[in-house]
């Protein structure tokens, strides 16, 4: 049996993002542009062949709406779940994990294919937070 995952289509300016994205990358991008969208692509795109990943958001509320989202999107092959912390998909080597930023711990000891800092203007200590974890 296949199972189809329906991903967004992303318009030109997310597609070149993602597909010239290298090891760092910072984007600075208006509000209505689609951060959040590109986010949800790039999480849910690479969990599917087996990658771990990580999304950080200053607070517990920006997480929400990402969360929800790649819930959505992954249902069909989802084999685990917590609310809001972490989502494995079926393969069992996939997963994304989701953290507040109001942790100081966040994403300690982990290890990921890639992360995203969403809203990362608005996180304190970030640069430490980054350094020491």
């Known amino acids: ?13 997310q597609q070149k993002v993602k597909d010239e994205s290298k090891r760092f990358n910072v984007l600075c991008c208006g509000r209505r542009w689609g951060k959040s969208e590109l986010a949800i692509d790039m999480l849910c795109d690479p969990v599917l062949d087996g990658k771990k990943l990580g999304y950080f958001t200053p607070t517990y509320k920006l997480l929400d709406g990402v969360y929800q989202e790649c819930v959505s999107i992954l249902e069909p092959i989802i084999s ?6 972490f989502i494995e998909v079926l393969n069992g080597s996939g997963r994304i994990d989701f953290w507040t930023l109001e942790n100081e711990l966040a994403g300690r000891s982990r290890k990921y294919h890639k992360i995203i ?13 980054w350094t020491e974890t």
Do not use: C, G, Y
């Open 1 to 13: 049996m296949e199972i189809e995952i329906k991903l967004s289509n992303l318009h030109p300016n």
């Open 80 to 85: 685990r779940k917590n609310e809001h912390q």
């Open 117 to 129: 800092v969403d809203e990362a203007a608005f996180t304190k200590n970030l640069w430490q937070k």
